[in-house]
């Protein structure tokens, strides 16, 4: 069982949602934590709610000298989760080239560049533990999610090989991938979201993952049977169900 008391945590994408509960969670479990995001307002905010435990630095992650200041800002750290991510739904037939470029350039490249930063130093000192947020739609392609969809699958990838190099040295690589969570992502979707979460019941989840010496945890359960599945069924039949 991990201890989190006394530790120290960067949280990237946690203004609000599963971010900023499971801010919430670490601080309870007696860790101090740094949360970013873009936006100083929503900064502002958590940290007032969350208490003398919580402080803030702004960051964009599609900008790597704002990645670079930020992590310097920052300082060393026992662990980092990464949350950050955007969405907007769309199909290949209705490609919107600057949606697409944001979702892979966030999404995914704006981890590697968080990661080329917080990696180097816990390697060198042997020590850390990693939180990567995937989803569920990681697991294979589906229709109308161009750019989400691929961006995930890329997070999915960039975290298992992380935990093949390191998984016998003092790093921790975890990986979490969670289907439908209620937040300002999920409420561009206009079709029906199955066993859609509170940012609540999901991030106790996560820190329940994070507290474990599991590598990965995809949730709700039985809806990730549906996408874990799908692995498993040939191209002519998964594209028949799912297209």
């Known amino acids: 069982m991990r201890d989190f008391n006394g530790k120290r945590y960067w949280l990237v994408g946690a203004s609000a949602g599963l971010g900023r509960a499971l801010a919430d969670k670490l601080v309870e479990a007696g860790a101090e934590v740094v949360i970013s995001a873009r936006g100083e307002d929503g900064l502002k905010q958590a940290v007032s709610e969350i208490g003398t435990k919580a402080s803030y630095v702004t960051v964009d992650v599609s900008e790597n000298d704002d990645v670079i200041r930020a992590a310097t800002e ?75 969809t691929a961006s995930k699958a890329a997070t999915m990838s960039l975290a298992e090989c992380m ?58 359960t039985l809806f990730s049977l549906v996408f874990r599945g799908s692995q498993f069924l040939p191209d002519w039949l998964y594209y028949r169900i799912f297209s």
């Not at 816990?122 to 990681?138: A, E, K, N, Y």
Request: aromatic fraction near 10%; glycine fraction near 12%.
């Open 74 to 148: 920052v300082g060393e750290v026992d662990g980092y989760v990464h949350l950050a991510g955007v969405y907007w739904p769309q199909g290949a037939k209705e490609w919107d080239a600057d949606q697409v470029n944001a979702m892979c350039d966030i999404n995914f490249t704006g981890l590697a560049r968080v990661l080329g930063q917080v990696v180097p130093n816990m390697v060198q000192r042997d020590g850390g533990h990693i939180v990567i947020t995937s989803s569920l739609t990681g697991f294979r392609g589906l229709p109308g999610s161009i750019g989400y």
């Open 163 to 220: 935990y093949a190099d390191l998984r016998e040295t003092g790093v921790d690589i975890q990986v979490v991938n969670p289907g439908f969570i209620k937040t300002q992502l999920t409420d561009k979707n206009d079709f029906n979201m199955p066993f859609i979460m509170e940012p609540e019941e999901a991030a106790q989840i996560v820190f329940d993952h994070m507290k474990s010496g599991g590598f990965k945890r995809s949730f709700p």
